[in-house]
């Protein structure tokens, strides 16, 4: 073979060896680059929906909350919601339903008792009504005035003959206390002021019988 013919050939050979090498290496740095991407698209998506998941969990807590049962509330179900005339015998004392007057008491705080009919037919409203007993102390009258003062649907009233100093009422919902400064007021507030159990929601609160103090 000729001096120049086996300077081609390893030319050639040097040649294709360098090209093999680069597309080595053009196809290492692809895998690299693919997956640096990916790592950085894996971490973003992470950082989005870790945050996202937390926040999911985080309202599912906060609906479990709202929607667990509030110690202590008694339930009554079957309550007929008749308008009558007159004296309306009731199977609880304060009332959580039932036949009730054609006006509706007129939602505020009250010194003095009102009539147990028109009450109901605020409750049917879905107003909340608070009572307590008449020798509750100043103190814990003034708590609950201030736990209902600018609600547009809560009912304060003083009740003769309570087996509680406080009872908190909605349309077949009903809860006994000792103490105005108990947080289970609140929530009562928050659970059935306009509740699901209202009869007729959005019906008003005013423009009934009563004058609020």
Request: net charge negative; aromatic share 6%.
């Amino acid at each position: 073979m000729s001096n120049r013919k086996q300077l081609v050939q390893e030319r050639t050979a040097r040649v294709a060896a360098m090209r093999a090498e680069q597309a080595r290496k053009d196809k290492r740095r692809k895998v690299t680059i693919f997956g640096g991407a990916a790592v950085v698209s894996l971490g973003l998506v992470a950082a989005v929906a870790v945050p996202l998941v937390n926040q999911v969990r985080q309202q599912q807590q906060i609906e479990a909350a709202a929607n667990a049962p509030i110690e202590g509330v008694e339930e009554f179900t079957g309550l007929t919601n008749n308008h009558v005339e007159g004296t309306v015998e009731y199977a609880t004392f304060p009332p959580v339903g039932g036949d009730h007057n054609t006006v509706w008491q007129n939602c505020g705080i009250y010194t003095e008792p009102v009539a147990n009919e028109n009450a109901v037919h605020s409750l049917e409203h879905g107003a909340v009504w608070i009572t307590y007993s008449p020798d509750l102390t100043a103190d814990q009258v003034a708590l609950l005035q201030d736990a209902v003062r600018g609600e547009a649907y809560a009912l304060l009233t003083p009740y003769e003959g309570l087996d509680s100093p406080i009872v908190a009422s909605a349309w077949g919902h009903q809860l006994r206390l000792d103490d105005a400064g108990d947080e289970r007021i609140d929530v009562f507030l928050e659970r059935y002021l306009q509740g699901e159990q209202t009869l007729e929601p959005g019906a008003a609160c005013f423009g009934g019988t009563g004058t609020p103090a």
